[in-house]
Each structure stands twice: as C-alpha cells, then as structure tokens.
C-alpha cells in the first residue's frame, strides 16, 4: 500500500523550473508536518523544505531559499516543490516525507529523480 508517491522529476537545463508533487494517503496526510529532501549519490539525505500541517509555516533549506517554494493542498492531499532557477548542484532523488517539525520524517515516499544539466 503506497502511502507516499512523488511524481514531476526529470531532466531540465540551468536556470529551468520543475514541480514536484507527493500524493499522500488521506490518514498521513491529515496528521503531519511535510517535508521534502534530496539526497545525491554516496552522500546523506538533505532537507530542503518543510511545510506545517496548518500551512502557517514553512522552512527551507539555505541552499533553497527564494527559488524553492513548498506547499500543500489539503483538498488534494497533495504536498508541492516549486524549483525555480535550478542550478547543476540542485541535481539529486527528491523524496517527500511526512511526520513532526522541524524535520518530518516518519513516513517516506519512494523518491523521484531531479536532474540538472549545465
């Protein structure tokens, strides 16, 4: 039973735009903060972004600020990242994860590939 699914990664060129979403189930979705992370071949998993359950705060990750926009849509179950003015070091599997601030991180989603070519 898939509980997180992340869709929107792919191939974009420097200074291009990309949106991911995360479906998330009903339940989770309801119940938790949200976050996305990113994590590079052979490194750790790095946040990027979290939103509140309330969507009255946001955090992001310093690497991020002011291209990167989370947010959620609570109609939809659906928690968003807005990636503007992508940079090749953007490059990494993004995955969605829900659970408590600061760092969400209970449940996780499968992750969806992000690649950024100079």
């Known amino acids: 039973q898939v509980q997180l699914a992340e869709s929107g990664g792919g191939l974009v060129q420097a200074g291009g735009s990309l949106r991911l979403s995360c479906v998330v189930s009903?339940?989770?979705?309801?119940?938790?903060?949200m976050a996305w992370y990113r994590q590079e071949p052979g490194k750790p998993r790095d946040f990027v972004a979290a939103?509140?359950?309330?969507?009255?705060?946001?955090d992001y990750a310093d690497s991020v600020k002011g291209r990167f926009t989370i947010s959620r849509d609570n109609a939809k179950n659906t928690v968003y990242l807005q990636m503007n003015n992508l940079k090749p070091e953007d490059t990494a599997v993004y995955s969605c994860?829900?659970?408590?601030?600061?760092?969400?991180?209970?449940?996780w989603g499968h992750g969806t590939q992000v690649t950024v070519s100079s």
């Open positions: 939103v509140s359950r309330g969507t009255t705060h946001t």
């Open positions: 994860a829900a659970g408590d601030l600061p760092l969400p991180r209970t449940y």
């Open positions: 009903r339940h989770i979705f309801s119940t938790y903060d």
